[in-house]
């Protein structure tokens, strides 16, 4: 059975940075695309960025240009560190492969 395991979050004053990791098990991480989505209280869960098994990555909407999730194939763990966090980023932050989501980490972005 596929696990993936989230950690990370916390409260980030605006401008700050955080890095989420996420541990996968019963699977090979390298061997898949590997996500981060999010969900903000009354919206749509929502895609942030995802690696493929080549390493290659994409970003949506405001994560370009702040977010870097990267893979360390040691630990089996995807990590998405963000910079320059704004309030706007606060949300529930959730770990996917395919069918498999982790029980989320909590990213609260205030002064």
């Known amino acids: 059975q596929v696990q993936l395991v989230e950690s990370g979050g916390g409260l980030v004053q605006p401008g700050g940075s955080l890095r989420l990791s996420c541990v996968a098990s019963?699977?090979?991480?390298?061997?898949?695309?590997l996500a981060w989505y999010r969900q903000a209280p009354g919206k749509q869960r929502e895609l942030v960025a995802f690696i493929t098994p080549a390493g290659d990555t994409e970003y949506k909407g405001s994560a370009k240009g702040r977010f870097t999730i990267s893979r360390d194939n040691a630990k089996n763990t995807v990590h998405l560190l963000m910079n320059g966090v704004r309030v706007e980023d606060t949300a529930f932050y959730y770990c996917?492969?395919?069918?498999?989501w982790g029980q989320g980490t909590q990213v609260t972005v205030s002064s």
């Open positions: 019963g699977i090979i991480a390298s061997d898949y695309a």
């Open positions: 996917n492969q395919g069918r498999w």
